[in-house]
């Protein structure tokens, strides 16, 4: 006979299982008292909405709940937001698994990421990013109904540091030597546009004006928090315009990618963070101020340069920025004046 229900979960002394009296029948919960106690409330909550049918998710693996994530994030947004969740949650599960049940996740998992993601150096926003990306799983479980709560609500990240370092000449030209010719493409494009990494990776021909010597980017970083989205415009410097025009001698379609690897496929965002440390550790450019030369060093370069030989105003728009505080609420520039500012960013006539 089931004993009465009390609300909570109470130990069957045969079984040693925690177990809970539901419709009048004795159900086993789990072994362990705490995740018992989670998996009640969960029968507990299924059973109000009418959904006790439903799948069990707490003894489903974090990889399974992650699939299920990603499948919304898939549908929902951009493919370079899809992209990057992606690689977060691949990040996470090379260092916890692929079998961690979602009821025992907690907040040691986040810690062991941490420490992890340090001792291969990882950067802190690299791991702050990817401690996010795991607890906005629970947190998504949550408002689709399929979690009751999330097990890591709350966890002291690492702080994201500033970028600070740049690179000096002698350092660029010895990242050059140590470099592939696709790459080396890819060094010296980002290095005069200023561009961010992932739009230099994701531009196509469509996008490649020739004759204006344009780089025009519908889909970019700030597009969101504009007011009127409008898409980043990016004149090119003459070597820029003169190694696009080289490269599209050779045939391609207008969804093909400009900048290709040495095997001609378009560069990932691992494969460009592996390759630049390799690079790096080639040309032996060592830390300064405990910072790394990374992709993104590039572009805080361009910027440095800039600063005196355009107004500020002038010198965010042409970097894509959107603040407030740096565009004095949306500046709006024509080409033909952005154009003039990268001539003069680049000592031009």
């Known amino acids: 006979m089931a004993r009465k229900s009390s609300g909570k979960p109470w130990l069957h002394g045969a079984s040693g299982w925690w177990c809970a009296t539901i419709g009048g029948k004795r159900k086993k919960l789990d072994k362990d008292y705490k995740v018992a106690c989670r998996k009640l409330k969960a029968r507990v909550t299924q059973a109000k909405r009418g959904d006790a049918s439903g799948r069990e998710w707490l003894d489903a693996s974090f990889s399974e709940l992650a699939d299920e994530y990603l499948d919304h994030i898939k549908a929902t947004k951009k493919p370079a937001s899809y992209v990057a969740f992606r690689y977060g949650i691949l990040r996470a599960l090379r260092i916890l698994g692929t079998k961690l049940r979602v009821c025992e996740c907690r907040k040691f998992h986040l810690a062991r990421i941490e420490q992890e993601m340090t001792k291969r150096h990882y950067s802190p926003t690299t791991i702050k990013d990817t401690i996010t990306t795991v607890q906005q799983v629970f947190n998504w479980a949550v408002e689709q109904e399929l979690l009751d709560s999330s097990p890591v609500p709350k966890y002291r990240k690492p702080r994201a540091r500033r970028r600070t370092r740049i690179i000096s000449p002698s350092e660029f030209k010895a990242l050059l030597r140590g470099s592939d010719r696709p790459f080396r493409r890819f060094l010296i494009a980002l290095r005069l546009t200023g561009c961010r990494p992932g739009e230099l990776r994701s531009l196509i021909w469509e996008w490649v004006d020739l004759e204006r010597g344009l780089w025009i980017i519908p889909e970019h970083k700030t597009i969101t928090r504009q007011r009127e989205p409008r898409p980043r415009i990016i004149p090119l410097p003459r070597t820029v315009l ?108």
């Open 242 to 349: 003169m190694m696009c025009r080289w490269l599209a001698r050779k045939p391609h379609k207008p969804a093909d990618h400009v900048f290709l690897n040495q095997h001609g496929r378009p560069y990932t965002k691992d494969c460009l963070v592996t390759k630049m440390d390799r690079i790096r550790e080639r040309a032996k450019l060592g830390t300064k101020g405990g910072e790394r030369v990374v992709l993104y060093s590039a572009r805080h370069t361009y910027g440095t340069d800039g600063v005196g030989k355009v107004s500020d105003i002038e010198l965010a728009e042409l970097m894509g920025h959107t603040e407030a505080r740096m565009t004095h609420r949306y500046v709006h520039l024509k080409v033909e004046h952005l154009q003039d500012i990268q001539r003069r960013v680049q000592g031009e006539r």
